[in-house]
């Protein structure tokens, strides 16, 4: 399995800035290449929502709410993905979680996605 482990969150005041850190691993080995590493959030009593995604390639996709504020960057070295998040506002305030999908390993390629348990952003007014 890969295991995700998000970090970074907090408490902020709105307008400040913040960064998310999630770094992937394997018990099935050194990962190789991951296809996808994206950020949801989901706020209290609404549905989680896709924040952000990039692909190997760098290719990134951003929520409307987000652009501009919000900037999606990977180490693949480091099998590791980050989200900046400037100019915060009371909305944004939610638990931020990481999702990886097409995994490779040395030995395995995992086809479904994974969930980091995410972790807390609150920005206050």
């Known amino acids: 399995q890969v295991q995700l482990v998000e970090s970074g969150g907090g408490l902020v005041q709105a307008g400040g800035s913040l960064r998310l850190s999630c770094a992937a691993s394997?018990?099935?080995?050194?990962?190789?290449?991951?296809?996808?590493l994206g950020w949801y959030r989901q706020a209290p009593g609404k549905q989680r929502e896709l924040v952000a995604h990039i692909d190997s390639g760098g290719i990134t996709n951003y929520a409307d709410s987000v652009k501009g504020r919000f900037t999606i960057s990977r180490d693949n070295a480091k099998n590791t993905v980050y989200l900046q998040m400037s100019s915060l506002k009371p909305e944004d305030t939610a638990v931020y979680s990481c999702?990886?999908?097409?995994?490779?390993?040395?030995?395995?390629?995992?086809?479904?996605?994974?969930w980091g348990k995410g972790t807390l952003v609150t920005v206050s007014s």
């Open positions: 999702n990886a999908r097409g995994v490779r390993t040395m030995g395995v390629y995992y086809g479904q996605e994974f």
């Open positions: 394997a018990v099935s080995g050194s990962i190789i290449s991951i296809n996808v």
